[in-house]
């Protein structure tokens, strides 16, 4: 880590996936914490490079590439790849080879701390009336859940092996408001993602910790306790959208977002068959 005089205590940070919906909220929100914020995607930014930005398009897929966006960068906020459910080959470069490419480009350059954006969908096949935590085997959903579990295991091996730290953020839904149903209990605001990014940062020895990334919501399926090292605390709770959620229509009976954790993505596929 490098720490500065000034209020700010990173110098520079790189955030992966920065053109998404997320990376674009996070770029504002992570401003306050460092000089310089590195941001990256394959998708062009929405906006150019502001004040202490620094706009890095890179293919996760692509090894050398990543190695160059790594140098010089303090800390990693992984939220690149493929974010829906695909066909594996479509997943398979920026999510496996991607995430590879990482935390090798960081072992080389000698960075010490990722926050990898994992995902609920690591444990998408568990019911909802069941309550997990951080040791729950994994149950993933699909392919983009099995390389988010995939993820998991590199972080683990790269810091048993290099000693680098991550920690895991198992993101339910993170959207300006809840959606749907399934949303009033996975939903995670975007003030409670930012603080849970600034703890993950900032909290000295993690290891590989894994963290449900979810708001104080009424009905929660996941047990954070295993992740109290961090001091995570969420503010925010989906039961202020629950009446505009609830006045939607009722889902089909058997509707998987309605029975597994991971709604609809374990329907989804396969998708090569004719």
């Not at 062009?44 to 490079?49: E, Y």
């Not at 953020?169 to 996975?186: D, E």
Request: proline share 7%; net charge negative.
């Amino acid at each position: 880590m490098t720490t500065l005089s000034s209020s700010k205590p990173w110098h520079r940070l790189l955030l992966t996936g920065a053109a998404g919906g997320l990376g674009t909220v996070l770029r504002e929100s992570l401003k306050p914490h460092c000089e310089i914020l590195r941001l990256s995607d394959i998708a062009p930014m929405p906006a150019a490079a502001g004040p202490h930005e620094e706009v890095w398009p890179c293919d996760l897929s692509d090894k050398h590439a990543v190695h160059q966006l790594v140098e010089g960068v303090d800390a990693i906020l992984h939220f690149g790849g493929v974010s829906v459910e695909r066909p594996f080959e479509e997943i398979l470069g920026p999510n496996i080879s991607g995430v590879f490419h990482i935390y090798e480009a960081a072992r080389r350059h000698g960075v010490k701390r990722v926050v990898f954006a994992s995902s609920n969908h690591t444990i998408g096949f568990y019911h909802q009336e069941q309550t997990l935590d951080a040791h729950a085997p994994r149950r993933p959903d699909g392919y983009y859940g099995l390389s988010k579990a995939y993820g998991e295991d590199m972080a683990t091996f790269y810091f048993d092996r290099y000693g680098i730290e991550t920690v895991s953020l198992r993101i339910g839904s993170s959207f300006a408001k809840p959606q749907n149903r399934r949303m009033l209990c996975t939903w995670l605001s975007f003030a409670d993602l930012t603080q849970l990014i600034v703890k993950a940062l900032a909290v000295p020895e993690v290891g590989h910790t894994v963290v449900y990334g979810v708001s104080a919501n009424k009905t929660v399926w996941w047990d954070n306790h295993l992740a109290a090292r961090l001091g995570y605390a969420p503010q925010d709770s989906s039961e202020t959208f629950r009446a505009e959620v609830e006045a939607q229509p009722q889902p089909e009976p058997g509707d998987p977002a309605m029975i597994y954790q991971g709604g609809a993505f374990v329907a989804q596929g396969p998708f090569d068959d004719a």
